[in-house]
């Protein structure tokens, strides 16, 4: 058992690794160009974050079916469940294109961007949702495809997007210049477009990858859409929504609130914009290894689940447990020690590196309690439990972030440090909550299905 976590959750690791990189690069070689530059970048990244968590919710309700149902055994269902996958991919990728296009201009200002860097902003932002649909197919047959055990193939697909978003950032962003290595001088060509050509190279690349899962989707020996009808298909989609609609509503419940806990942010100002973007980015690499074995644990679960096996469902959270407790220790230590060096790896700004090492040292003290909640949420998803994490973030977002931020910067003005004091108060509430469910047994179904037939027993 220890080696399918291993073997799952290692290329899910490097694919997030992969992703979170594309956000390190950009953030990075934009950060050259100055604070307001970091600013246009970040400023409507948690818009993003709203987009895609629609996307992944869907995502989560085909992972839950096709991995019960290759769990048990039944091929033919998992392929329907893919083609239907397929549909929704050109349904959801063609809505999320419209969407996001349509409202560009207006983004920046629901989100409170300065005045002076708007324009910018939205230019961004455009750019980078034009090929939503490719995006969508990565995100659905990337979860497809891990659904099957084959976590491979999206990890390949992420470096080969990271290798050509950084070669295009090279060519795109900075105007052409001579550049020394190794003591050798040559002439590096570039376009010079600055903020615009980080987004044409980061819409590219994702393009690029969207187009390369889908190929390797269609090639695939087990899950393969080719002949599936693509008409919708009620017995399919109907269990996955089931799943895929609560997520949702919590993904679109947490992701409104980053929306309005960013917007909170960006009304203090460039230097807390910025500090906050830059944190985040850096946050969100030491949260891979507790995503990565999410994912391990959602299949698993799932799988364990459609055989039926409540013993295999048990050993699967102690083994997950003390595995992601120990990989968040280490990732928080690191976390903590680091900040000030890998804040400046994004800004020359002292006053950016100050408080974003500030937040970051709060934030890392709070990872392995986070780790914990990931895990179990992740085992509750991939048996179909969405209705606890569900009420659990959205409450835990808005009644205990957005208030608390609200109060904080808004009434009190006491700044950043104060709005991630909230987020923090967040993360350690759904560690409790998600400690009460573990510990009642409740995130199994297996366990209730148990005490059913025990009952009808002993009637």
Same mark, same amino acid.
């Given at each position: 058992?220890?080696?399918?976590?291993?073997?799952?959750?290692?290329?899910?690791?490097?694919? $997030?690794?992969? $992703?979170?990189?594309? $956000?390190?690069?950009?953030?990075?070689?934009?950060?050259?160009?100055?604070?307001?530059?970091?600013?246009?970048?970040?400023?409507?990244?948690?818009?993003?974050?709203?987009?895609?968590?629609?996307?992944?919710?869907?995502?989560?309700?085909?992972?839950?079916?096709?991995?019960?149902?290759?769990? &048990?055994?039944?091929?033919?269902?998992?392929?329907?469940?893919?083609?239907?996958?397929?549909?929704?991919?050109?349904?959801?990728?063609?809505?999320?294109?419209? /969407?996001?296009?349509?409202?560009?201009?207006?983004?920046?200002?629901?989100?409170?961007?300065?005045?002076?860097?708007?324009?910018?902003?939205?230019?961004?932002?455009?750019? @980078?949702? /034009?090929?939503?649909?490719?995006?969508?197919?990565?995100?659905?047959?990337?979860?497809?495809?891990?659904?099957?055990?084959?976590?491979?193939?999206?990890?390949?697909?992420?470096?080969?997007?990271?290798?050509?978003?950084?070669?295009?950032?090279? /060519?795109?962003?900075?105007?052409?210049?001579?550049?020394?290595?190794?003591?050798?001088?040559?002439?590096?060509? =570039?376009?010079?477009? =600055?903020?615009?050509? &980080?987004?044409?190279?980061?819409?590219?690349?994702?393009?690029?990858?969207?187009?390369?899962?889908?190929?390797?989707?269609?090639?695939?020996?087990?899950?393969?859409?080719?002949?599936?009808?693509?008409?919708?298909?009620?017995?399919?989609?109907?269990?996955?929504?089931?799943?895929?609609?609560? #997520?949702?509503?919590?993904?679109?419940?947490?992701?409104?609130?980053?929306?309005?806990?960013?917007?909170?942010?960006?009304?203090?100002?460039?230097? &807390?914009?910025?500090?906050?973007?830059?944190? #985040?980015?850096?946050?969100?690499?030491?949260?891979?290894?507790?995503?990565?074995? $999410?994912?391990?644990?959602?299949?698993?679960?799932?799988? +364990?689940? =459609? +055989?039926?096996?409540?013993?295999?469902?048990?050993?699967?959270?102690?083994?997950?447990?003390?595995?992601?407790?120990? /990989?968040?220790?280490?990732?928080?230590? @690191?976390? !903590?020690?680091?900040?000030?060096?890998?804040?400046?790896?994004?800004?020359?700004?002292?006053?950016?590196?100050?408080?974003?090492?500030?937040?970051?040292?709060?934030?890392?003290?709070?990872?392995?309690?986070?780790? !914990?909640?990931?895990?179990?949420?992740?085992?509750?998803?991939?048996?179909?439990?969405?209705?606890?994490?569900?009420?659990?973030?959205?409450?835990?977002?808005?009644?205990?972030?957005?208030?608390?931020?609200?109060?904080?910067?808004?009434?009190?003005?006491?700044?950043?440090?104060?709005?991630?004091?909230?987020?923090?108060?967040?993360?350690?509430?759904? !560690?409790?909550?998600?400690?009460?469910?573990?510990?009642?047994?409740?995130?199994?179904?297996?366990?209730?299905?148990?005490?059913?037939?025990?009952?009808?027993?002993?009637?």
């Amino acid at each position: 058992m220890a080696a399918a976590i291993i073997s799952l959750a290692w290329p899910t690791i490097i694919e $997030q690794v992969m $992703q979170t990189a594309v $956000q390190y690069i950009d953030t990075a070689m934009v950060g050259y160009l100055g604070t307001y530059a970091t600013a246009a970048v970040g400023a409507t990244s948690t818009v993003g974050w709203l987009i895609f968590s629609t996307i992944s919710a869907i995502g989560v309700g085909f992972l839950s079916f096709i991995a019960r149902a290759c769990g &048990a055994n039944d091929r033919d269902s998992a392929r329907r469940a893919v083609s239907q996958a397929v549909l929704a991919v050109l349904v959801v990728g063609t809505v999320m294109t419209v /969407l996001p296009l349509s409202l560009s201009r207006a983004v920046p200002v629901w989100m409170q961007v300065d005045e002076n860097i708007r324009d910018l902003a939205s230019k961004y932002f455009f750019i @980078l949702y /034009l090929p939503m649909l490719p995006r969508a197919a990565s995100v659905i047959f990337g979860t497809v495809l891990r659904a099957a055990g084959d976590t491979k193939t999206p990890m390949k697909v992420g470096i080969i997007v990271n290798v050509i978003n950084v070669v295009l950032n090279f /060519l795109l962003i900075y105007p052409t210049r001579q550049i020394n290595v190794f003591s050798l001088e040559f002439t590096m060509p =570039g376009a010079g477009f =600055g903020v615009v050509g &980080a987004a044409v190279a980061s819409a590219i690349a994702f393009a690029v990858g969207g187009v390369m899962i889908t190929r390797a989707l269609w090639k695939h020996p087990l899950v393969s859409p080719r002949g599936s009808s693509l008409r919708p298909d009620p017995s399919i989609l109907r269990p996955c929504l089931k799943i895929a609609f609560p #997520n949702m509503l919590q993904r679109m419940g947490t992701s409104f609130g980053f929306v309005a806990f960013a917007a909170m942010i960006n009304s203090i100002g460039e230097t &807390a914009t910025a500090a906050h973007t830059i944190a #985040n980015t850096v946050e969100s690499a030491f949260y891979i290894p507790g995503y990565g074995m $999410q994912t391990a644990a959602s299949t698993l679960a799932g799988n +364990a689940y =459609g +055989a039926g096996d409540r013993q295999r469902m048990k050993k699967l959270a102690a083994m997950f447990i003390p595995i992601e407790a120990g /990989l968040m220790i280490v990732s928080g230590a @690191l976390l !903590f020690i680091f900040a000030p060096a890998l804040i400046g790896l994004f800004s020359s700004s002292e006053d950016v590196r100050q408080l974003g090492s500030t937040v970051l040292r709060m934030v890392a003290v709070s990872e392995p309690f986070y780790g !914990f909640s990931i895990i179990i949420e992740g085992m509750m998803l991939g048996v179909g439990k969405t209705r606890e994490p569900f009420v659990f973030n959205v409450a835990g977002m808005w009644c205990v972030r957005i208030v608390g931020t609200f109060i904080f910067t808004q009434v009190f003005s006491l700044g950043l440090v104060s709005a991630w004091a909230c987020m923090i108060a967040h993360n350690l509430l759904l !560690f409790v909550l998600y400690l009460i469910v573990y510990l009642t047994g409740k995130w199994n179904p297996l366990n209730s299905a148990a005490k059913q037939a025990d009952a009808a027993q002993a009637r």
